[in-house]
């Protein structure tokens, strides 16, 4: 069955005669850091935040439980017994449940189960990494972050994932899934159609956050970062799993020279490598902490001025840039930076 992106004069009319039933199309705990249609999760390692309802797994199954039509995912990895059983269960009841993921992960025995139930899964095909960890349902609904389906992600690393009811994004998102799935193009740097990039849209307003949305390796994703902090005038706050950026490292240090406050965690995994910007960052003069998660800080967030953030699956490095697929959401929310400083300032104490 071909795949078909969902006719956009359709989608303000499911939208509108679904309004009602917007909780179930776009399930999120009352907890949830919220911004009107957008919803944030945080994972909180340890036993007591397994499976709360603000934990991004739970959110997700129940995400998928809502799907009444289609859910088309890009997943670094489908390890988690819970959302598999969710995708299949989706799938039983007549949703359209398609999947993109990493090769390297492809053989692990969630996918392979999935497959033998007849859910079509396309592995990606590029030197890089399909590092993506994104859905789109029905539609309306935007699920992304840093938080692969796997149980270590939800139970044992910090993660954060972000959901957002709306057609226009969701309809970005879609067509980037569509290039992976129906096109098998992976670590694309240039457009499959020479036009296609002249009609391209990367920005959306939702109630009152605007949304930009890009995608690495196409859209050279850390010059963008450099230029959101090149206008930071007050604060800089990022969470890195990894950060071996020269240009985003340099920009933040020309900021804190020229007086905005910047601080940040690092992953202590590679933190100490020839390549991580951490002691570069230190040496300067700037707050840096090495995190204190026995397993992983897996977080890739900026917040600038305690207003835009900047949130994904991509990690502050070079393959991330150049070969990987990734996805970066620009967020400019004071509400949604909100929760973001509250995590971050969980983890810098």
């Not at 059983?85 to 996918?111: C, H, M, P, S, Y």
């Not at 095909?125 to 399909?130: A, E, I, N, P, V």
């Not at 990022?238 to 406050?261: N, P, Q």
Request: aromatic fraction near 8%; glycine fraction near 6%.
């Amino acid at each position: 069955m071909p795949f078909r992106k969902p006719d956009p004069l359709l989608l303000p009319r499911i939208i509108i005669s679904l309004a009602a039933a917007c909780a179930v199309f776009c399930p999120g705990a009352d907890t949830a850091a919220a911004d009107g249609r957008i919803r944030v999760f945080f994972t909180s390692p340890g036993r007591d935040g397994a499976q709360t309802p603000d934990n991004p797994e739970s959110a997700l199954v129940r995400l998928i439980g809502s799907a009444r039509k289609s859910f088309y995912g890009a997943f670094y990895d489908i390890s988690s017994s819970r959302v598999a059983a969710a995708l299949d269960k989706a799938r039983r009841r007549g949703v359209d449940v398609r999947l993109v993921t990493e090769k390297d992960n492809f053989d692990n025995r969630q996918i392979s189960l999935l497959i033998r139930a007849g859910v079509p899964v396309v592995p990606d095909r590029s030197r890089g990494l399909m590092h993506n960890k994104f859905a789109v349902v029905d539609g309306v609904c935007l699920w992304t972050g840093s938080y692969n389906t796997t149980g270590n992600c939800a139970y044992r690393n910090n993660n954060n994932a972000v959901l957002i009811e709306s057609p226009e994004l969701a309809a970005i998102y879609l067509s980037e899934f569509s290039e992976m799935f129906e096109s098998k193009i992976f670590g694309n740097r240039k457009d499959a159609n020479p036009f296609e990039s002249v009609g391209k849209k990367y920005h959306v307003r939702i109630d009152d956050a605007d949304i930009n949305a890009y995608f690495s390796p196409d859209d050279n994703v850390e010059r963008i970062i450099v230029q959101r902090i090149r206008k930071a005038e007050r604060s800089i706050d990022f969470l890195a799993f990894s950060f071996t950026s020269d240009a985003i490292a340099a920009e933040m240090i020309e900021r804190h020279r020229a007086g905005v406050a910047v601080r940040g965690v690092i992953e202590k995994r590679g933190s100490r490598s020839k390549e991580s910007e951490f002691v570069k960052l230190k040496t300067e003069g700037i707050p840096v902490k090495i995190d204190r998660n026995r397993h992983a800080m897996h977080h890739k967030v900026i917040v600038i001025d305690d207003r835009l953030v900047i949130t994904g699956s991509y990690n502050f490095s070079r393959n991330a840039n150049r070969k990987n697929d990734e996805n970066v959401l620009m967020i400019a929310s004071p509400e949604v930076a909100s929760a973001y400083m509250r995590e971050f300032d969980r983890l810098y104490r």
